[in-house]
């Protein structure tokens, strides 16, 4: 079983920053892609960043040059830097991690989501 602990939401001014972590734990054998989503009142969850084992990333267009995914391996954690906040990027903030583990013997794939950290941008 996987846990995964979020942390850096909060409350930030529109053109302010904040930081997300991610940090994976529990049975994993390793972690191929990380990504983060968001869900805004009223909206679908969609996809806000994504980085895969090799460091390929993907950012939804509304986020382009302002937020940057990263990932330690070693700790098994990813992060979002988000500046030029606005206030629609008020959302809860879900990371997704998809991993490997090994159970009898056998590789098996599987994905785990974090409880979600809400940040709100308002002044």
């Known amino acids: 079983q996987v846990q995964l602990v979020e942390s850096g939401g909060g409350l930030v001014q529109p053109g302010g920053s904040l930081r997300l972590s991610c940090a994976a734990s529990?049975?994993?054998?390793?972690?191929?892609?990380m990504g983060w989503y968001r869900q805004a009142p009223g909206k679908e969850r969609e996809l806000v960043a994504s980085?895969?084992?090799?460091?390929?990333?993907h950012y939804a267009d509304s986020v382009k040059g302002r937020f940057t995914i990263s990932r330690d391996n070693a700790k098994n954690t990813v992060y979002l830097q988000m500046n030029s906040l606005k206030p629609e990027d008020t959302a809860v903030y879900y990371c997704?991690?998809?991993?490997?583990?090994?159970?009898?013997?056998?590789?098996?794939?599987?994905?785990?989501w974090g409880p979600g950290t809400l940040v709100t941008v308002s002044s």
């Open positions: 997704n991690v998809e991993y490997f583990y090994y159970i009898l013997g056998i590789t098996k794939a599987s994905a785990a």
């Open positions: 529990g049975t994993i054998s390793s972690i191929n892609a």
């Open positions: 980085i895969t084992s090799s460091d390929s990333t």
